[in-house]
T-cell receptor
Framework: GESVGLHLPTLSVQEGDNSIINCAYSNSASDYFIWYKQESGKGPQFIID?????DKRQGQRVTVLLNKTVKHLSLQIAATQPGDSAVYFCAENMVNGGKLIFGQGTELSVKP | DAGVIQSPRHEVTEMGQEVTLRCKPISGHNSLFWYRQTMMRGLELLIYFNNNVPIDDSGMPEDRFSAKMPNASFSTLKIQPSEPRDSAVYFCASSLQGPEGYTFGSGTRLTVV
C-alpha cells in the first residue's frame, strides 16, 4: 500500500555535527513534501518543504533533498544544537490532494 | 494570531463516557484537519474539512467517532462511547489552502480509563 516511512527510528549526534534524517515514500503521485519537528508536549512544527519539481531546497541550517528516482527524502541539519532534539516527521501530499500523510518519525537526540 | 487553539489540553475520562474535543483554527484558514497520534500508529489523519464541509473521513476509526464544523472558526471531535484504546493525543491543524501552510495546535491528550 501507499506509505511514508523513515529508515531510522532514532538518531544520536554530537552537538555541532551535521544530522541527516531519511525518509522513504512509495507514492510516485506525491508532489509535495514537508518536514516537521515535534518537541515533547507540542504539536508538529513546520521546518521546510519541497515540491517534486525540485531536488534540493535550503533553509536556515536545514536542507531538504528529494530523489524521485528512488523515492527518497532527507533532511540535513547543519551544526546540530541541543535545541534540535525532537522527533522529526516527513509528510507527503498527492497531486490535487488536500491532506498530508505522515511517516512514523525519527527521534533526534543531540549530545552536548 | 494565536495559532490553532485546542481544548482541553488534557482529558481523563472513564470508559463509556462521551468526550468532546474542540478546535479553533487560524482565522482565514479554510481547511481543518483532525489527527490522532499514538506510539504504535504515529500521526493518523481522521478527517478533514474544506470550507466547513467534510471532504475525507476515511480515517475515522468507527461510528463512535464523529466530527463537526458548524462554522469557519470552530470544530469538534466527539467520541461516544469512549474506550481505553482511544487514549492518544489528538491534534487539530488548519491551513489556508490544502496541505501548504499546515499549522498544528498543541493537542489534547486523552486518557480513557
Amino acid at each position: 500500500g501507499e506509505s511514508v516511512g523513515l529508515h531510522l527510528p532514532t538518531l544520536s549526534v554530537q552537538e555541532g555535527d551535521n544530522s541527516i534524517i531519511n525518509c522513504a515514500y512509495s507514492n510516485s503521485a506525491s508532489d509535495y513534501f514537508i518536514w516537521y519537528k515535534q518537541e515533547s508536549g507540542k504539536g508538529p512544527q513546520f521546518i521546510i518543504d519541497i515540491r517534486s519539481n525540485m531536488d534540493k531546497r535550503q533553509g536556515q541550517r536545514v536542507t531538504v533533498l528529494l530523489n524521485k528516482t528512488v523515492k527518497h527524502l532527507s533532511l540535513q541539519i547543519a551544526a546540530t544544537q541541543p535545541g534540535d532534539s525532537a522527533v522529526y516527521f516527513c509528510a507527503e501530499n498527492m497531486v490535487n490532494g488536500g491532506k498530508l500523510i505522515f511517516g512514523q518519525g525519527t527521534e533526534l537526540s543531540v549530545k552536548p | 494570531d494565536a495559532g490553532v487553539i485546542q481544548s482541553p489540553r488534557h482529558e481523563v475520562t472513564e470508559m463509556g463516557q462521551e468526550v468532546t474535543l474542540r478546535c479553533k483554527p487560524i482565522s482565514g484558514h479554510n481547511s481543518l484537519f483532525w489527527y490522532r497520534q499514538t506510539m504504535m500508529r504515529g500521526l493518523e489523519l481522521l478527517i478533514y474539512f474544506n470550507n466547513n464541509v467534510p471532504i475525507d473521513d476515511s480515517g475515522m476509526p468507527e461510528d463512535r467517532f464523529s466530527a463537526k464544523m458548524p462554522n469557519a472558526s470552530f470544530s469538534t471531535l466527539k467520541i461516544q462511547p469512549s474506550e481505553p484504546r482511544d487514549s492518544a493525543v489528538y491534534f487539530c491543524a488548519s491551513s489556508l489552502q490544502g496541505p501548504e501552510g499546515y499549522t498544528f495546535g498543541s493537542g489534547t491528550r486523552l486518557t480513557v480509563v
